[in-house]
C-alpha cells in the first residue's frame, strides 16, 4: 500500500475511534460539593475519666517531719493510685442537622463520656449537651450554644441511594478532620449484626476510625447515611464501610432530640425466619413473612396474634424477611391502631392491633424471663432435695422381666432356665458394650440369686447406694453356656 493509502487508512480508523460514544464516568470533580457541606461537618472529642494504677512503692516522711512537702515533691506517685483519676480520649465525627445547633453522631463516639467538645470547621470549640442517645441504632443527639445560626445540612432519601451511585463521606478519620473520600454505594440492607434493625448502607467511600458518626451524602448534597461501622485490619480501611440509613435514623433522632429518649412501637410477638422447609410444610411458594413462635403476655398481641401465625404484612406494609418486621413495627407511632395480615391454618386473615411502646415491652420481657428463671431455679432446687429414682434402664442400660413359656420359646431357651429375661438393652450403653442383648438370662446378681424383677433392681439399688461403680451379672445364653459380666452404674 502507498504512503497516501495508509495515511488515508489511519484518517479513516481514526474517524472510527472519534465516532465511539463517550464511556459513563462519575463526577470529575466534588470540590464545590465538599466546600459547601464541610462546615455542617464537625470533630467531635470525648473524655472519660478512669481510676488511676496502684502506683510504685515510696516512702512516707514521718507525721510532722519538716521534709514533708520535699517527700510529697519526689513521690512519683503524686496525684495518682487507686483513687486518682486518668483520661481516656476518643475522636469521632458528626454533623449539624439545625442551626441552632443540633448534632448527630453515634453512641458509640459519646458512650460514657464524662466531657464531649465539637470543634468546628472556624477553629473554635464548644462543649456539648447529651439530648439523648439509643444504643440499638447506635445514634446519638448532641446540642451546643454558640449564640450564632450554624451551617447545617438537610436529611435525604436513603431508599433512593441505589448500588452504584454516588456517594460522599466528610469526617474526622484518625483525628484529620474535614477529610472527604468518595465512592459509591456497594449494597443496601446489609446485617452485620449490631443491632436488632441493621439495615446498612454499604459503601467503598473510605471510612476509617474517626469517621464513626460522619455524614454520607448523595452527590445533592443530603445526608443519606451515618458512618458507623467498617470491615478493616489494625483500623484501617478496606473499602468496606457500613452507614445507618437516614430514612431507619430520621425517627429515632426525631423522638431523642424531643423526649431524650426513643418512643418505638411494640408488638409483643417472638418471631423466626420462614425456612425453605417450613415454607414447603405450609405450602408456601417463599420464605416470605415472619412467623410467630411466642406471645408476650401482657402484650398488645396477646389473643389477637397465635403462635404459629404467619404474619405477612405491618399496616400494609410487606414483610418480605423475618428482620423487617420489628423494624417497621418500631418506626410506627405508640398508641396506633394497624392491621396485620396473616396466614393462620391455610387462610388468609386481618387483625388489628393498637401497640405498645417498646420500652415498656422490654420491662414486661425482662419480668416474664426472670420470673421462669426463678421458676426454673425452683424446680432444679426441689429435684436435687427430693431426686426421682432412676430406673433401671437409666442406671444400667437395659431392662428385665420374668420368665415365662412364651418368653423359652421365643428365644430357644431350655425349659429348666431359670432367672430373668433381658428384655431390651439401650444402644451405646455399657451393657451394650458389653454384649448383652435381648433374649439373655440374667440369674444373679452380685452373686445373689435373683428370682423375680423387684429383687433384682433391690440389689442394683443397694450396689449403687453402696458406691459401687458397677454391678456384677451372671448371664446364661439359649445354649446353656453362663459367663460373669461387670456393667457399670450410673
Do not use: C
Amino acid at each position: 500500500m502507498s504512503v497516501r493509502g495508509l495515511v488515508l487508512g489511519a484518517v479513516a480508523l481514526g474517524g472510527l475511534w472519534l465516532a465511539q460514544p463517550a464511556i459513563a464516568k462519575g463526577p470529575e470533580s466534588v470540590a464545590s460539593l465538599a466546600a459547601q457541606l464541610s462546615p455542617a461537618v464537625v470533630n467531635i472529642g470525648s473524655t472519660r475519666h478512669i481510676p488511676g494504677g496502684a502506683g510504685v512503692p515510696f516512702p512516707d516522711a514521718p507525721e510532722g517531719s519538716p521534709l514533708g512537702d520535699m517527700f510529697d515533691d519526689l513521690n512519683p506517685n503524686n496525684g495518682q493510685g487507686p483513687q486518682a483519676m486518668q483520661e481516656s480520649e476518643s475522636l469521632g465525627s458528626g454533623f449539624i442537622i439545625s442551626a441552632d445547633g443540633i448534632i448527630v453522631t453515634n453512641n458509640h463516639v459519646i458512650a460514657g463520656a464524662d466531657e464531649i467538645q465539637v470543634f468546628l470547621t472556624d477553629g473554635t470549640r464548644w462543649p456539648a449537651t447529651v439530648l439523648g442517645a439509643d444504643d440499638k441504632t447506635d445514634l446519638a443527639v448532641l446540642k451546643i450554644d454558640t449564640g450564632r445560626p450554624l451551617s447545617f445540612v438537610e436529611f435525604g432519601d436513603s431508599d433512593t441511594a441505589d448500588v452504584g451511585d454516588w456517594v460522599m463521606a466528610i469526617g474526622n478519620p484518625f483525628g484529620l478532620g474535614g477529610s472527604v473520600t468518595l465512592g459509591i454505594v456497594s449494597a443496601r440492607n446489609r446485617n452485620i449484626e449490631s443491632g436488632p434493625y441493621d439495615q446498612f448502607i454499604q459503601t467503598d467511600a473510605a471510612i476509617n476510625q474517626g469517621n464513626s458518626g460522619g455524614p454520607l451524602f448523595d452527590m445533592d448534597g443530603k445526608v443519606v447515611g451515618i458512618n458507623s461501622a467498617i470491615i478493616a485490619r489494625g483500623g484501617a480501611s478496606l473499602g468496606i464501610g457500613f452507614a445507618v440509613p437516614v430514612n431507619l435514623a430520621k425517627n429515632v433522632v426525631g423522638q431523642l432530640s424531643e423526649f431524650g429518649e426513643t418512643r418505638r412501637g411494640w408488638l409483643g410477638v417472638g418471631i423466626q425466619d420462614v425456612s425453605l422447609d417450613i415454607a414447603s410444610s405450609l405450602g408456601l411458594p417463599d420464605t416470605s413473612g415472619a412467623l410467630a413462635v411466642n406471645i408476650t403476655k401482657g402484650s398488645p398481641a396477646e389473643g389477637i396474634v397465635l403462635e404459629g401465625d404467619l404474619i405477612m404484612e405491618f399496616d400494609g406494609k410487606p414483610i418480605t424477611t423475618m428482620r423487617d418486621l420489628p423494624r417497621i413495627v418500631a418506626e410506627t407511632e405508640v398508641g396506633k391502631v394497624v392491621d396485620l395480615k396473616i396466614l393462620r391454618g391455610g387462610e388468609e386473615k386481618v387483625v388489628s392491633v393498637t401497640l405498645g411502646r417498646l420500652e415498656t415491652g422490654e420491662q414486661l420481657i425482662t419480668a416474664e424471663a426472670q420470673q421462669q428463671q426463678k421458676e426454673f431455679t425452683d424446680r432444679q432446687q426441689e429435684a436435687v432435695a427430693d431426686p426421682t429414682p432412676l430406673t433401671l434402664n437409666e442406671m444400667i442400660g437395659l431392662d428385665v422381666g420374668p420368665l415365662d413359656d412364651a418368653s423359652r420359646k421365643k428365644f430357644a431357651l431350655a425349659p429348666d432356665a431359670t432367672g430373668l429375661l433381658i428384655t431390651s438393652v439401650v444402644p451405646g450403653s455399657d451393657a451394650s458394650r458389653q454384649g448383652l442383648v435381648e433374649g439373655l438370662v440374667i440369674s444373679e446378681v452380685n452373686q445373689k440369686l435373683v428370682a423375680s424383677v423387684e429383687e433384682f433392681e433391690t440389689t442394683v439399688d443397694a450396689a449403687r447406694e453402696a458406691g459401687r461403680p458397677s454391678v456384677l451379672f451372671k448371664v446364661t445364653d439359649p445354649t446353656g453356656a453362663s459367663r460373669f459380666i461387670p456393667v457399670q452404674i450410673k
